[in-house]
C-alpha cells in the first residue's frame, strides 16, 4: 500500500505544504515504479527530499519531477535482476519513501488531488519469488485546499428490491 500522508491538507496560498509517501506491507521488494498527479495551478514548485536511506540504491536519479505538468514518476528497483534477487527491502508499515514539498499558488477554495497514478509511467511493484510479476498494490490518495477544505457529503448505503421505496440519509 502506498499512501499520501496526510491524507487531508489545508493551507493558504503562499505557504509551503509536504506530503509523505507512505507504505505498508513493503517486504522483499526489488522494485517499484508509479506517478504522483496534482493540478500545478494549485501547487507549485515541488521538491523531492528525505530519501529512505534504508531504500538501497534509492537516490534523486529515481525520481523525475514535471513541474510544469503536475507529476512526478518513481522509478526504483535495487539494481539486482529480479529472477535472481536474493535480497529485497523491507520497511515497517508507516515508513515513508520519500516526501514532496509545494508551494500553495491558488486561490482561495481551490482544491488538488495528490494521486498516485498510472499515467505517465504505469504503476509495478514486485518482490523476490514473485517472478518478476507485479504484485499490485493498493493506494490512498491525498488532497489539498486553499484556504477551506471542500463539502464533504456522506450518504448511508441501503438495500432494496425492485419497486420498493427505500429511505437514505
Known amino acids: 500500500t502506498f499512501t499520501i500522508a496526510p491524507p487531508k491538507i489545508v493551507t493558504m496560498t503562499g505557504q509551503t505544504v509536504c506530503v509523505s509517501v507512505n507504505v505498508v506491507d513493503f517486504t522483499d521488494i526489488i522494485a517499484t515504479k508509479f506517478s504522483i498527479r496534482w493540478d500545478s495551478s494549485v501547487l507549485s514548485s515541488p521538491m523531492v527530499m528525505g530519501l ?25 528497483s535495487n539494481g539486482l ?3 535472481t534477487a536474493q535480497t529485497g527491502v523491507t520497511l515497517p508499515d508507516g515508513a515513508s519513501l520519500f516526501q514532496i514539498c509545494f508551494t500553495a499558488n491558488g486561490q482561495y477554495g481551490k482544491h488538488t488531488p495528490v494521486k498516485i497514478t498510472n499515467s505517465p509511467m504505469d504503476r509495478y511493484v514486485t518482490r523476490i519469488n514473485s517472478n518478476c510479476n507485479d504484485i499490485g ?13 471542500p463539502l464533504t457529503v456522506n450518504v448511508s448505503s441501503v438495500d432494496g428490491f425492485t419497486d420498493d421505496v427505500v429511505c437514505v440519509d
Open 137 to 149: 498494490e493498493y493506494v490512498n490518495d491525498g488532497f489539498i485546499s486553499i484556504g477551506t477544505p
Open 81 to 83: 535482476p529480479c529472477q
Open 52 to 76: 529512505n536511506a534504508s531504500v538501497t540504491g534509492l537516490d534523486m536519479g529515481d525520481i523525475v519531477v514535471n513541474a510544469a505538468n503536475g507529476y512526478l514518476t518513481f522509478n526504483w
